[in-house]
Every structure is written in structure tokens, then in C-alpha cells.
């Protein structure tokens, strides 16, 4: 037979005495919303976080919460999230709508239209914008590093290597000292 949650948690002990006479916990419900209330409102739409907004506005984190738990504030927060939801989806349909004219407009400067008076500079960087954006754009960091290897964990690798596909043909590639030192001479 299983226990129950009063059982497992209250068993040996007994009730939990911390609220007697079935009294609820003390919170503050905000039924008007002043100018303080209003700004608290703003910044939690803007998902600031609690202890952020009551620093800045010079009150105390309970306030911040038991503001951001009023069922008056919760309804104010998720109707102006909605409204910026609604905002940002009006703002992706219109870059949409024009993203061809902006397209047109920057294969117009690369091929240097007469028209647009575009230099050669503002082509280049155009150009060099489009290629990277498309994923061809210049290395932004390099990782180096060096390792010493055995000739043993040189072989290792390459057979994990071709075993994994990552090398495809078996080429031979000496690297020991004195294949380097015949190299050099």
C-alpha cells in the first residue's frame, strides 16, 4: 500500500503547525496600479529580472514580487507581451516584403550601376557583406595549437581517421624528422 503525502511528510512528526487555524499566507494583492506599480509592469514585460527592476527603482525585491503576482499586473504583463509578440510579427511581414527590393538594390551597387553612383569602395564592402553572410566571409579567430606525437599515436590517428571516412584515399604522408631534414637540403 502506498503512503500518502501527509503520511510520508507529516507521519512521525504530525501536522504542520506553521499556519494554525487553516489561516492563508500573508500577501499583498495590488487592486490599483500607481505609477510606481506601472513602471514595475513595463520593465517585467521587458523581462527584467525582480531584483534588477527594485534596485533601480529603489524598492524592495517583496514589492517587485508581490507586484508581479497580483492577478491585475499578470493580465497587464501578458497584454503587453502579446502587443509586442503582435509587434515583432508585423515587423518580420514588412522586412519580408521589401527583403527583394533590398536585394535588387545591393546586386545593383556590386555590379556598380551608373545610376546609384555606387564607388568602388561601398561595392567591395557590399560585396564582402553578401559573402559573408552567405558563410563565405574571412576567418573572424584561428585556433593553433601544437602537439607532440609518437610515431605510434601518428599511425593511430590516421587509421581512426579512415576507418571514421574522414580520409578517403590512403595517401602516404612521411613526417618523420629525417624525411623533413631531406626536404630542407
Known amino acids: 500500500m502506498r503512503e500518502s503525502a501527509r503520511e510520508k511528510y507529516f507521519g512521525l512528526r504530525g501536522p504542520d503547525l506553521r499556519r494554525r487555524n487553516g489561516r492563508k499566507r500573508r500577501t499583498f494583492e495590488v487592486t490599483k496600479l500607481w505609477d510606481i506599480h506601472k513602471e514595475i509592469v513595463r520593465r517585467l514585460a ?3 529580472k525582480n531584483t534588477d527592476i527594485a534596485t533601480q527603482l529603489g524598492v524592495t525585491p517583496a514589492m517587485v514580487s508581490y507586484t508581479k503576482n497580483s492577478r491585475i499586473v499578470e493580465d497587464r504583463v501578458a497584454i503587453l507581451q502579446a502587443s509586442k509578440d503582435a509587434d515583432t510579427v508585423d ?9 527583394p527590393k533590398a536585394l535588387d538594390l545591393l546586386e545593383g551597387v556590386i555590379d556598380g550601376d551608373k545610376e546609384l553612383g555606387a564607388t568602388i569602395g561601398l561595392r567591395a564592402k557590399t560585396a564582402e557583406n553578401l559573402m559573408d553572410r552567405a558563410g563565405y566571409g574571412a576567418v573572424k579567430k584561428m585556433a593553433v595549437g601544437s602537439a607532440h606525437l609518437t610515431r605510434e ?17 590512403p595517401r602516404v604522408i612521411n613526417v618523420t624528422p629525417e624525411a623533413n631534414s631531406e626536404k630542407s637540403q
Open 46 to 48: 521587458l523581462g527584467e
Open 91 to 99: 515587423l518580420m511581414k514588412r522586412i519580408q516584403q521589401i527583403a
Open 153 to 169: 599515436e601518428i599511425e593511430d590517428l590516421k587509421t581512426r581517421a579512415r576507418q571514421s571516412g574522414v580520409i578517403r584515399s
